[in-house]
């Protein structure tokens, strides 16, 4: 069975400009969780989405956006992208919101120049 | 100040070894707490889920536990071999205004040697 899959595997933008990362979770999985990984930091919660509606969400700006799809893959979007923005965008898939395990993809290296 | 604090930083151990890892944690109640095993270049793997009621849990040759009390949980790993080699994060879920909260550790970064 596929795991969580993350497009694109790396990325380069420069500051000011807009990004949308892609996730599509474990088939039959219902939550998606969007998470930033600065380099040797743990990774920070951005969001949380369950049956296409926001769930949870981390202390990020707004220039930072999700959603989730019919099929419950999931977009993260970044505005006005700033040179801090530089980090590993992680993607988790669980069942539900409750205590079951979250498989992560191996995330997006996004590299702001 | 983070809500969860791993100790130590980083670690050598002697391949077959045992180890113990640390995590300190202010969130309380929570929903769960999590350790997850993160290779470099890699997404977390989970190895252990803990409700706020739980004071054990084990995945093979991980052991976690939990004292509600003290606000601590441990990661114990027997008979450690190479490919234990990672960063081990310690994370925890709660609620906090009808909005589902999560908080990672930093990790604590394990070298295992020959």
């Known amino acids: 069975d596929a795991g969580v899959t993350q497009s694109p595997t790396h990325l380069i933008k420069t500051r000011g400009q807009q990004v949308t990362l892609r996730c599509s979770p474990i088939s039959g999985h219902k939550s998606v969780s969007w998470y930033q990984q600065v380099l040797g930091q743990g990774p920070q919660f951005i969001f949380q989405y369950y049956e296409k509606e926001e769930r949870g969400r981390g202390n990020f700006p707004d220039r930072f956006s999700a959603r989730q799809f019919p099929n419950y893959s999931s977009e993260l979007n970044v505005n006005a992208l700033l040179l801090g923005d530089s980090a590993l965008y992680l993607c988790?898939?669980?069942?539900?919101?409750?205590?079951?395990?979250?498989?992560f993809g191996d995330g997006t290296r996004l590299s702001i120049l | 100040k983070n809500q969860v604090e791993q100790s130590p930083q980083s670690l050598i151990i002697l391949e077959g070894k045992n180890c113990t890892l640390q995590c300190n944690y202010t969130v309380s109640p929570f929903s769960n707490l999590r350790w997850y095993k993160q290779d470099t270049g890699r997404g977390p793997v989970s190895l252990t889920i803990?409700?706020?009621?739980?004071n054990t849990k084990s995945n093979g040759r991980y052991t976690a536990t939990l004292d509600a009390d003290t606000k601590q949980s441990s990661l114990h790993i027997t008979a450690s071999q190479l490919s234990d080699s990672a960063s081990y994060i310690c994370v925890v879920t709660y609620e906090s205004g009808g909005y589902q909260k999560v908080t990672f550790g930093i990790g604590t970064k394990l070298q295992v040697i020959p």
């Open positions: 803990m409700t706020f009621s739980e």
């Open positions: 988790a898939s669980s069942l539900g919101t409750g205590n079951q395990p979250q498989h």
